[in-house]
């Protein structure tokens, strides 16, 4: 499979670079659903809002709104629970008072994102490490014990992936299929109820680049998130670098695309790493990672709803604190090479402290708990830099620069020892109760409310 190589823009040092490695790549024409050979890499030079192809979805009024959200700024008391990890890790997380916590499973590598498959059993990703990867596995959780809060075993569904990010089902064609995003690709498998391990053959519908600038540039995303919305697909795929112009459409992007691949179009761009993406209503809603390299407090990571033919905040503009920002040196890099600067979007729905790291949420409705219900809880997977004690929770998103902690006490000290988790996922199970993952100790937790 073969992939363009990206024009990279490496602000981290202020030049002009190019990456000129691939990484995992092999030879060969790229394949006919390979989104880097649908859409243009090098379009004309086009109006700043208007991206190269539009998908418009019919107006409703849930497009405009915000008002459907809880945004009551009533902060939970917090009570400590001990946890003690069979590895030996021994914590005290905080959770609300009248709630209470239970390790759902464990001995896990680095445990993703969670799903319900249509026959209601929990899924979940393992991307192994936070090395580029082919060791990734797709999980099922099975025998939920009511008296102890935990699942008495687990089914490898799939192995030998390339850093599996997310999965989804959906309905097609009287089927069940289940969606894998992949770094490289995205394919699915048709899904029977009851199945413990994947069968019949494997469908690719979309390819990616699977190459980018080194972590010594502020790296590159090689994960990709996944939603389906009123007969399509939507995927997110990260930017190649930091902070760059990049040459390939696709990249920094949310795409939209037929169940089975075909008619790709961008639908936002300006998306540096939407690692959560999620539809409530008609309203898509992602997490965004800003840019790294210019200061420990800024930019802000973003909570945002996402709308068609919009372009955000990246690589032209950061926020903080509610502002948006111009980043000088991309934009004077953009004029100099003769592109248009977009105009600055809208300050995004919430905004966290800088390296946050908001990855996976979910909405809870008609949750039993007031606070809770109509309310969004993001994970924040913390900082790589242990002493800016950032994130390491799971919050309720209240809007503007405001959220509350729900589950906290990853973080014992200020240094890499001192860490005891990096929340990962947030699923609600029911009215009363959900689950959420850390994918540094490879664990489920449970939380439930005690009655």
């Known amino acids: ?247 390939e459409q696709v990249r920094a992007t949310v795409m939209s695309m037929k169940p089975d691949g075909s008619d790709p179009q961008v639908f936002a761009t300006g998306l540096r790493n939407s690692v959560g993406i999620k539809w409530v209503g008609n309203q898509l809603w992602v997490t965004s990672m800003g840019r790294d390299l210019i200061g420990a407090d800024k930019p802000e990571d973003v909570f945002q709803r996402v709308d068609s033919g919009k372009v955000y905040h990246w690589p032209y503009y950061y926020q903080l604190k509610g502002v948006i920002y111009p980043d000088e040196k991309i934009q004077d890099t953009g004029r100099r090479l003769g592109l248009a600067v977009p105009p600055p979007p809208l300050p995004a729905f919430c905004g966290f402290r800088a390296h946050s790291a908001p990855l996976g949420f979910d909405y809870f409705r008609q949750f039993e708990d007031a606070r809770f219900n109509n309310a969004f809880l993001v994970a924040l997977h913390g900082s790589t830099t242990v002493s800016r004690q950032r994130g390491n929770a799971i919050v309720k998103v209240l809007g503007g620069n405001n959220y509350t902690d729900v589950v906290n006490g990853f973080l014992e000290g200020r240094e890499e020892k001192d860490r005891k988790g990096r929340p990962c996922d947030v699923l609600m199970k029911d009215g009363k109760s959900f689950f959420f993952t850390d994918d540094y100790n490879g664990v489920l937790y449970y939380v439930w409310k005690e009655y």
């Not at 006919?32 to 208007?50: F, G, M, Q, R």
């Not at 008391?77 to 003690?84: D, R």
Request: with cysteine.
């Open 1 to 247: 499979m073969r992939f363009f190589l990206p024009f990279c823009l490496a602000v981290a040092m202020w030049s002009t670079a190019c990456n000129n490695s691939s990484a995992g790549g092999s030879g060969g024409d790229a394949p006919n659903n390979s989104i880097a050979s649908v859409v243009p890499l090098h379009p004309a030079k086009a109006a700043p809002d208007e991206p190269l192809r539009r998908e418009t979805p019919a107006p409703t009024a849930l497009d405009t709104s915000t008002a459907f959200i809880n945004t009551a700024d009533n902060p939970f008391v917090l009570a400590p629970h001990s946890i003690h990890l069979k590895k030996g890790v021994e914590l005290r997380l905080n959770i609300p008072e009248g709630y209470n916590i239970s390790v759902a499973y464990e001995g896990l590598n680095r445990l993703r994102f969670l799903r319900l498959s249509p026959d209601g059993r929990l899924f979940a990703t393992d991307m192994y490490d936070v090395s580029d990867n082919k060791n990734g596995k797709v999980y099922i959780f099975e025998g939920w014990d009511d008296t102890t809060h935990r699942f008495t075993k687990i089914h490898t569904w799939l192995s030998g992936l390339h850093n599996p990010n997310q999965l989804a089902f959906y309905h097609y064609q009287d089927r069940d299929l289940i969606y894998i995003a992949e770094t490289q690709r995205l394919g699915y498998y048709t899904y029977h109820a009851g199945d413990t391990i994947a069968t019949g053959p494997y469908t690719q519908v979309a390819a990616f680049p699977d190459y980018g600038l080194s972590y010594k540039y502020g790296g590159w995303h090689l994960t990709r998130s996944l939603d389906f919305h009123n007969g399509r697909l939507y995927v997110s795929v990260g930017s190649s670098c930091n902070a760059c112009i990049e040459k």
